[in-house]
């Protein structure tokens, strides 16, 4: 501070001359230590300190001690003296980050299924998820659900002016799956729609939010929605015709041996978890049906999608020469909003909404390939044929992202799909890894609704 700096100062001149004036007194309590803090000497009993140690304690002793005067010194020059801390924890950090304002705190409803994967929903949330939610002002009421079901209840009851901000999900997919049908289900259609659904991986088979957010685990599904914003996401509708019920999903529908292989699955979900697909897929692959079908589905035209003509016209060549045809005279009528039927048997049946990676297992293929969760289109991919060994050969080249190069295999974009079993074929409808019962034979129509969903959270990417 200049002497100019000190004259202007409203400061008295006998705090200055109390500061800066030599005493005896404040030098003989600079240098020595005083009598609250004075180093005993050692009793018996007691173990000598070392003379370094000693000298080392004296030096820290007269530096707080000259900490303390330059303190009072301070305080008496109406300043202020600001003495550094350490900061020894980051969560400090995140404390001070939440003293938010009132109207900034997110208030969402957290919907937790306890019976999900290997039954560790709770403890992933409580322990790894709820502390970084509640640090970035989210204020959370935690559901818990009791029955197969009861999360569509829950979205189809709730006061959305309670949670304006989103429901979050603690579970696999098919808890998403159930909050989204209750809320679509609702009166006030619109506003449920727009309500943003956040997931917390904590479930068998969590697909969705690590094909369209690339989130696998808790920890970062917790940083994606304190991060906020959203991604819009396509939501398409599989109904039964002769029932009028209708039932909405976000990452595939499917029919086949792999509803089959779901229907079978539920019989061991409380043993085995989420191996319990691994060994339905087994069992049926060791007792496999023939799966005979009806398919109309309604292409893009060429002019949105180019290269659907041409990889539609490589399936046909690759086809007998009976078949090709009779197809290719249905694909000449296909074009514009003409319908293109297949029929005869089919190992699966696949209506993809994004490129659906699984999140279990090592290398996570993919299914779809071209699709992507906001583009306005389905993707079909029909599975031609029966029979152990091109099933075998199907799923040993998915594994390596190499199925759609098989010549049985057709993969089409498209704006409806609808399928009708035939003969004794099994009859359900896998939407988001949930099997739809029907009885008879069911005509199944899927599409895509006008307006799209939103998730909590953005890919890392974005």
């Known amino acids: 501070m200049s002497a100019r700096s000190l004259v202007r100062s409203p400061v008295s001149c006998s705090a200055v001359n109390e500061c800066f004036t030599y005493n005896s007194r404040h030098s003989r309590s600079f240098y020595q230590c005083p009598n609250s803090i004075k180093l005993q000497r050692p009793q018996a009993g007691q173990m000598l300190l070392p003379r370094k140690l000693r000298k080392s304690t004296r030096r820290q002793t007269a530096l707080f001690t000259q900490r303390q005067i330059i303190s009072n010194c301070c305080s008496d020059l109406s300043t202020t003296y600001t003495e550094e801390r350490p900061n020894y924890l980051a969560l400090n950090v995140l404390q001070d980050q939440s003293n938010v304002k009132q109207e900034n705190i997110r208030k969402v409803l957290v919907i937790l299924n306890p019976y999900s994967g290997f039954r560790s929903s709770r403890e992933v949330f409580y322990k790894k998820v709820q502390s970084t939610l509640k640090l970035s002002g989210f204020s959370m009421e935690v559901v818990e659900t009791a029955y197969a079901g009861h999360a569509k209840v829950l979205a189809s009851a709730v006061d959305l002016s309670t949670c304006p901000d989103g429901i979050i999900c603690v579970g696999g997919d098919g808890v998403v799956n159930e909050v989204l049908n209750g809320l679509l289900g609702r009166d006030d259609l619109q506003e449920a729609l727009q309500l943003p659904i956040g997931v917390v991986p904590a479930g068998s088979d969590n697909s969705l939010v690590w094909t369209v957010l690339g989130i696998r685990d808790p920890v970062s599904a917790a940083t994606a929605l304190a991060k906020g914003g959203f991604t819009p996401i396509d939501v398409f509708a599989v109904k039964w015709i002769q029932a009028g019920v209708t039932h909405f999903g976000l990452t595939a529908s499917y029919c086949g041996f792999v509803a089959d292989v779901i229907q079978l699955s539920e019989k061991f979900r409380l043993q085995l978890g989420p191996f319990r697909y691994v060994i339905a897929g087994l069992l049926k692959f060791l007792s496999l049906p023939q799966y005979r079908f009806e398919v109309d589905y309604l292409p893009l035209s060429p002019e949105r999608n180019p290269k659907l003509k041409a990889s539609t016209e490589n399936f046909h060549d690759q086809l007998s020469d009976g078949s090709k045809v009779k197809r290719s005279a249905q694909m000449d009528s296909s074009t514009g909003d003409n319908w293109v039927t297949r029929k005869g048997e089919f190992l699966g049946i696949l209506v993809c909404n994004h490129f659906c990676?699984?999140?279990?297992?090592?290398?996570?293929?993919?299914?779809?390939?071209?699709?992507?969760?906001?583009?306005?289109?389905?993707?079909?991919?029909?599975?031609?044929?029966?029979?152990?060994?091109?099933?075998?050969?199907?799923?040993?080249?998915?594994?390596?992202?190499?199925?759609?190069?098989?010549?049985?295999?057709?993969?089409?974009?498209?704006?409806?799909?609808?399928?009708?079993?035939?003969?004794?074929?099994?009859?359900?409808?896998?939407?988001?890894?949930?099997?739809?019962?029907?009885?008879?034979?069911?005509?199944?129509?899927?599409?895509?609704?006008?307006?799209?969903?939103?998730?909590?959270?953005?890919h890392p990417s974005t």
């Open 357 to 458: 990676r699984p999140a279990q297992g090592l290398l996570s293929p993919v299914v779809a390939p071209k699709a992507q969760h906001d583009d306005g289109s389905l993707d079909l991919i029909l599975v031609h044929g029966s029979g152990r060994l091109r099933l075998f050969c199907f799923f040993l080249a998915y594994q390596f992202c190499w199925h759609l190069l098989l010549p049985f295999v057709e993969y089409v974009k498209v704006k409806e799909v609808k399928i009708r079993p035939v003969g004794s074929t099994h009859s359900g409808c896998g939407v988001d890894g949930e099997l739809l019962q029907a009885e008879g034979q069911p005509e199944w129509h899927c599409s895509l609704l006008p307006a799209q969903g939103r998730l909590l959270g953005q």
